[in-house]
């Protein structure tokens, strides 16, 4: 069985909101996503997890049976998405260490890029520390040319440039055949959302501008994202294209913990908060998810009835009530609307999670939704005690 999870142009750039950009004059030309690698304590049933209920195909693998002794790691693929999700097997793989400080979570968001050693010269440069050097990897199916840079945290970017090779995944990685478990939940990686300590916000944005040469797209602050008691600060970066799309959050002064904070404390230091995955239709995506037994955010039956929001959504494409009985919550600005919904953390620490989003035209996050939003995890949040 071969499926062909490549998407069209088109198809993408209404999905992602994508706009025109020249990448001649890029210092570090970024093409897409590569791979959004997570180490977690059961590899095993968290790829099974991807493959039943966010109806991921299983493509690729490496482990013992492949002569990796040292962990799993299943690569998993839906749209244009791709997932390697890792564990430890031998009792010293340093899988385990990480997996101790930070519980599952992603451990390396890997970009595609077409040339490793220009982006790796410019961004020492820039003074981004290098974790690999660039170098080549190969097996019968060719070369792939990767390295990697240190971001946030314990968090990584490892650059890969995969144009001679026909393998599944990297070298070392056997590529598998198994059956469709699930349906598919999404079909592409909107944006990749990263939690950093109070008043280091902007020396990231400086990082991602001075290093790879993304671009401030927006801006939230203060009683942007405030509610009475909890507050944060973020700002957008991407890429040329808006292909990768980093928001980049920290904790503000509140009267209450922030739930920044929250995830700080749990995850042990910065790192990644949530995937925003983009779906054409939100509706069967939730409603999928629901009856796998997934657990979203509850929107405030409010949300919906308060006339100031009701005549700020507009036309939506579907009645507000289809948006209201499944909690998926509206944004719009001048350049269209989005819809997108937020689940619970999805391990054991109040710490990583998904969004979906379909968008129709905004190049938004959900700016008008994020009061609404935060009153209901702080609602969670009391619930488990921190708050
Ligand atoms: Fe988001």
Redesign the pocket.
Known sequence: MSIDHDLDPAQLRRLLGLVEHDTGADPFPVTGWDAVVWVVGNAAQTALFHRLVLGMDLVAYSGPETGNPDHHAYVLRAGEVRFVVTGGVAPTSPLHDRHRRHGDGVADIALEVPDVDRCIAHARAAGATVLVEPHDVADAHGTVRTAAIAAYGDTRHTLVDRSRYAGPYLPGYVAQDAPALGRPVFQAL??V?GNVELGRMDEWVAFYTRVMGFTNMAEFVGADIATEYSALMSKVVASGDRRVKF?LNEPAQGRRRSQIDEYLDFHGGPGVQ?L?LATDDILATVDGLRASGIEFLPTPASYYEDPALRARIGEVRVPVDELAARGILVDRDEDGYLL?I?TAPIGDRPTVFF?F?ERHGSLG??KGNFKALFEAIEREQARRGNF
Do not use: K, L, M, R
């Open positions: 909107d944006h959302v928001p949530h925003a997108q937020f969004e989003i996050f959900g």
